[in-house]
């Protein structure tokens, strides 16, 4: 796919910018500048995923990208911070404007001791050696083009390290706000690196009141270390953009790292989910949740990669479509020769509340191991009409009765929610959603 703009194709233009940007972008560093060069050659060589792409079939790409114009420069403060309901006032919070890291915003003043955050621009200028010799051994950038535009061409991020036995209490924020007068990409970078023994909670959120039409491409690098556990959890609900969020997860033995994702607007999202397990004796929990509308394309795909033996995987998806929505879910459990005594559950259920909602699910196993225990299944249907008739019976309206058992289907991935205050603010709002 080449969308043109100003009679350039978009690909062209951004291997443009990235050699006009290739000197600024930390030449003094040739690991980093030979990684970024490895980047924007796959990105030249495959360019922006099209619909003969399997992975990327369900996506018209060029409608989203047609009218972008050049990355930011640089963070603009145009508007004051708008914080979200789903914004804990009493943890750390981590402001990314425009994908550049923001201080200023930021809450992260008497950190809990172990916890140590900086802009990923200045880990790497300063060759913070924790930063840099994990920034381009989590993943690879040939294996996803949008991963690859973003390892080129990111200006700024987040490096978020946790001390060796570190248990940190409190969630670690972090808040993406987006302001901009015409369409633009913007590319964040999140590195988190967890030592031994430790354990925290992060929040990424992609939740405000602009209605900026731009396309975020982000990528999200998590390594978990021996014995630490970690949690993800990602909430997208911004009307107005659209997105593609990749996140790498590294699994290292007996450590633990659950995921949980809610998409509930945008025009276009796309989370690409990948865990590797490493080594032995470790796990991967995911949960995500997904309500597409009028004109909303959420796509979902997972990869949980069982490398090694005695290690265990659950995964649970759930999604509600509205209207004329669209939602794809796209998930494999891949169990290499290695990793005897695996454990993995895989479940996709779908609920359809109109004739014109779409959902295309994809569970998948891929197992060369004999001695595993593995599982995958996939529904999809309408609500349950003796559910609904039980409740008419008892004298509630049929919207009422609707919203009832959305409420208790949701419910099934927000009680695996471990932050209080972000199961809560949640539950409002998709109580909200399922009331209209």
Not at 227 to 255: C, K, M, W, Y
Request: proline letters at 4%; a negative charge.
């Amino acid at each position: 796919m080449s969308e043109v703009i100003s009679g350039i194709p978009l690909t062209e233009r951004l291997l443009a910018d990235y050699a006009l940007r290739r000197e600024a972008l930390h030449s003094d560093n040739p690991m980093v500048q030979a990684w970024r060069d490895k980047a924007a050659e796959a990105f030249r060589k495959n360019g922006f995923p099209a619909r003969k792409d399997e992975e990327y079939r369900y996506i018209p790409f060029d409608k989203f990208l047609r009218d972008l114009s050049h990355p930011l420069s640089g963070p603009e403060k145009k508007h004051p911070l708008n914080t979200s309901a789903l914004i804990d006032p009493e943890a750390p919070l981590i402001v990314l404007r425009n994908g550049y890291f923001s201080p200023s915003d930021s809450r992260i003043e008497g950190l809990e001791k172990g916890l140590h955050i900086q802009s990923l621009q200045e880990a790497i200028s300063s060759k913070n050696t924790t930063a840099l010799a994990h920034l381009s051994g989590i993943s690879d950038v040939e294996s996803d083009p949008l991963l690859s535009l973003n390892s080129a061409l990111f200006q700024d991020g987040v490096f978020i390290h946790i001390a060796k036995g570190a248990q940190l209490s409190k969630a670690i924020q972090i808040f993406q706000h987006f302001e901009a007068d015409e369409p633009t990409l913007i590319q964040p970078r999140v590195l988190v690196v967890a030592e031994e023994n430790s354990e925290a909670n992060l929040i990424h959120l992609a939740d405000n009141d602009q209605s900026t039409a731009a396309f975020l491409n982000c990528a999200i690098e998590v390594c978990v270390l021996k014995s630490a556990r970690i949690t993800l959890s990602q909430v997208f609900n911004q009307p107005g953009l659209s997105a593609t969020q990749h996140t790498e997860a590294q699994v290292h033995r007996d450590a633990v790292f659950s995921h949980y994702s809610f998409s509930l607007q945008g025009k276009l999202l796309r989370n690409t989910l990948n865990v590797v397990l490493g080594e032995s004796h470790c796990e991967a929990h995911l949960y995500g949740f997904y309500h597409p509308s009028k004109d909303q394309l959420f796509d979902s795909h997972t990869l949980v990669d069982h490398r090694m033996p005695h290690c265990q995987s659950n995964e649970l998806y759930k999604g509600v479509v509205s209207d004329n929505g669209t939602a794809v879910f796209n998930g494999k459990v891949y169990v290499r020769q290695d990793a005897q005594k695996t454990n993995a559950y895989q479940s996709n259920k779908n609920i359809l509340m109109s004739e014109e909602a779409t959902v295309n699910t994809k569970p998948q196993l891929e197992i060369y191991a004999d001695d595993v225990k593995c599982s995958h299944g996939s529904s999809t249907g309408v609500i349950d009409p003796e559910q609904l008739f039980y409740l008419r019976s008892r004298g509630i309206t049929t919207q009422k009765a609707k919203s009832l058992l959305l409420q208790a289907y949701a419910g099934e991935i927000l009680e695996q929610v471990p932050t209080e205050h972000l199961r809560l603010a949640l539950t409002d709002i998709l109580h909200a959603r399922f009331s209209i």
